[in-house]
């Protein structure tokens, strides 16, 4: 199956939710900055490039993991993917599920975030960038446990 | 194969570029459909076996694009996108013989590119 993160600009928020799905950031404390910044493709994706989906890896369940940054349109984007596998697929149960991670963000991913990609200026809002992070990794916990939940009981 | 005519404004172009790639001559039209943002019609089977779909790409062009080319490579799925935008300006909107020799040029350079 093919689990999909998205939310903005597929920079930060679904990065980091596909990187803890994955094993990258830690379960049970919150991660220091460079555990952040070794993810891969954190915090690099140029606003061309929003809509691409990004490969991060494959979880112990053998699910393939991918991270899309749809803009604002989320909800429009979602369905164009769901319909298209459905077309492929004959269905779309078991074969993707589209989590957006939207929500996880707060105030000071979004400065950072505008900073870094929209500004250039890469360090300082990186540095703001990880402390909203640092700040919402409780929720990000809390998503990870939903999703395994739900995937341990084959509710996808 | 996959073939998208995208359009944002113009449903008219690429309703008529869909069924002039389908060989169909009598194109039946309706002023009244349109459709929904970011949403795709299959309109058919062309005689080389393609599948072609009319797409309204809403209010994000490039978004549109990267979703379904990076959809397409994820799934192994040849997808060519025929892009209708510029066929939105008054010009092609209103003049509908314009709109239609553009068209016949431009899925001729496709049938070229494409070998088809």
């Given amino acids: ?156 | 194969m996959k073939i998208y005519y995208i359009y944002r404004y113009n449903f008219y172009a690429a309703h008529l570029a869909a069924y002039l790639h389908l060989g169909i001559k009598n194109i039946p039209w309706n002023k009244n459909t349109s459709i929904a943002e970011m949403q795709f019609e299959f309109y058919g089977l062309s005689p080389e076996n393609q599948e072609i779909y009319v797409a309204n790409y809403g209010g994000n062009k490039q978004i549109f694009i990267n979703l379904l080319k990076g959809i397409g490579a994820i799934y192994n799925i040849d997808i060519k996108i025929v892009d209708l935008s510029k066929l939105d300006q008054v010009a092609y909107r209103y003049f509908k013989d314009r709109t239609r020799r553009y068209i016949e040029m431009r899925l001729e350079a496709l049938q070229h590119e494409n070998n088809i």
Avoid: W
Wanted: contains cysteine; hydrophobic residues 40%.
């Fill in chain 1, 1 to 156: 199956m093919k689990i999909i993160y998205s939310c903005y600009g597929g920079a930060h928020t679904s990065i980091i939710a596909a990187g803890l799905h994955l094993g990258y950031l830690p379960h049970d404390k919150t991660p220091n900055k460079e555990a952040i910044l070794s993810i891969p493709f954190f915090d690099q994706t140029e606003t061309a490039n929003i809509g691409v989906p990004l490969y991060m890896g494959q979880d112990q369940h053998n699910n393939e993991v991918y991270v899309i940054g749809m803009g604002s349109y989320r909800k429009e984007g979602a369905q164009l993917i769901y319909r298209l596998v459905n077309d492929l697929r004959g269905g779309c149960r078991g074969e993707v599920i589209i989590i957006n991670s939207i929500a996880l963000i707060n105030l000071e991913i979004r400065i950072g975030g505008f900073l870094s990609r929209r500004l250039g200026l890469v360090d300082i809002g990186r540095r703001i960038i990880i402390f909203g992070i640092r700040r919402k990794y409780d929720k990000f916990l809390q998503l990870k446990r939903e999703i395994n939940k739900r995937l341990g009981n084959n509710e996808f």
